[in-house]
Nanobody, 124 residues
């Protein structure tokens, strides 16, 4: 069974940092592009970042560019999202999901094998 498990969320003050992890089980990440998405209360799910399988190219939503960094460790079958300079508007449940090989899009309908999500709350 293809499954992701997200972890690393929590409550931090504005300006703080968190590192989210997305661990895959049941399959190898080698041939998958992995995307991070988030959904805030009352809002639609939005794409945050994505990393290709082969060339490791990365993509970011404008709202997180310069603050978030996505990376992958295929040996550990895990993708990370380092989040710095966090803002209250980053508060959301963060999910990871996969699509074949390349990111190509932030449309969540193009991704599958969604994890259960991890809550990130930015508040003073």
């Amino acid at each position: 069974q293809l499954q992701f498990v997200e972890s690393g969320g929590g409550l931090v003050q504005p300006g703080g940092s968190l590192r989210l992890s997305c661990a895959a089980s049941g399959f190898t990440l080698d041939y998958s592009a992995i995307g991070w998405f988030r959904q805030a209360p009352g809002k639609e799910r939005e794409g945050v970042s994505c990393i290709n399988s082969s060339d490791g190219a990365t993509y970011y939503a404008d709202s997180v560019k310069g603050r978030f960094t996505i990376s992958r460790d295929n040996a550990k079958n895990t993708v990370y999202l380092q989040m710095n300079s966090l803002k209250p508007e980053d508060t959301a449940v963060y999910y990871c999901a996969r699509r074949p090989f390349r990111c190509a899009t932030f449309r969540d309908s193009e991704f599958n094998s969604w994890g259960q999500g991890t809550q990130v709350t930015i508040s003073s």
